[in-house]
């Protein structure tokens, strides 16, 4: 378990906590366009890293693992027809908080801004969650393969659902984080991961999303983006291949 406690992986955590704080502090003097939520807080850590620390704990802890192996249990005796929509409903939080803006409902923050926090929490989520399984090589309930934890599908729906909150409200972010739940329960449902790897995933998940927004201000800057920069969408598809692709132009 304490494998993610390894020296390269605490140098890497340090060299982002310092960017985040060098970017907070560089921001101080920008209060026009950087909102509350793009300045790094601790407070936004709580429930992420309790989500996190419980999930860690699970890998090791002899209670916790004891409780994991219930649940399983528990979905065993419920489980018929594997249910395999989780593959694909994964995405739909995170595919929301560009494609609502596009369909014309207000969000926070440009379309364009929203694309680029969606790609940085994407991006930080898939070093968490795809470092953290080549560190801790916990094995699979169903076919013993080591990349449990966490789970890469359920950080995905929480990453998405976190972003429609901020970005949409509260009304918007239920029905997002609902998705995401539902994702998290498949994933125990269908045997591909444990209790704990769903549950640091959802942080992994949420933290993603905060990091984004704490990055926002400097991809600002670096990129030239502007709250009122155009997001032109074109899906192109070809017949031949059978292909859908849809092709982003930002105005910067």
């Not at 993610?4 to 310092?18: A, E, F, G, K, Y």
């Not at 509350?36 to 309790?50: H, M, N, Y």
């Not at 002899?62 to 018929?80: A, F, I, S």
């Not at 409200?169 to 045997?191: E, F, K, Q, S």
């Amino acid at each position: 378990m304490f494998n993610v406690l390894q020296p390269l992986t605490i140098r890497i955590w340090c060299c982002l906590l310092l960017l985040l704080v060098a970017n907070n502090t560089m921001a101080q003097g920008d209060s026009t366009i950087v909102s509350s939520d793009e300045r790094f807080s601790a407070r936004q850590l709580i429930v992420p890293g309790a989500l996190i620390t419980i999930g860690a704990l699970g890998v090791d802890n002899g209670w916790l693992r004891h409780v994991r192996n219930d649940v399983r249990t528990t979905m065993q005796r419920w489980r018929g027809q594997t249910i395999g929509v989780d593959d694909y409903v994964q995405y739909l939080p995170v595919v929301s908080n560009v494609a609502l803006g596009l369909c014309g409902i207000p969000g926070r923050h440009s379309n364009a801004e929203r694309l680029c926090l969606t790609a940085t929490a994407y991006a930080a989520m898939g070093l968490m969650v795809n470092g953290t399984k080549h560190l801790v090589r916990e094995p699979r309930p169903d076919t013993g393969k080591r990349n449990a934890f966490p789970s890469g599908h359920t950080a995905t729906a929480f990453m998405g659902a976190e972003l429609v909150r901020s970005e949409y409200g509260t009304g918007l972010g239920i029905a997002a984080y609902t998705v995401a739940t539902g994702v998290a329960v498949l994933r125990l449902y269908n045997d591909r991961h444990w209790a704990n790897d769903v549950v640091a995933a959802a942080g992994m998940g949420i933290l993603s999303a905060r990091i984004a927004y704490w990055l926002l201000p400097l991809e600002r800057r670096l990129f030239g983006l502007k709250h009122d920069a155009p997001l032109a969408a074109v899906p192109v598809y070809s017949p031949s291949e059978r292909n859908v692709a849809l092709t982003l132009t930002i105005g910067l």
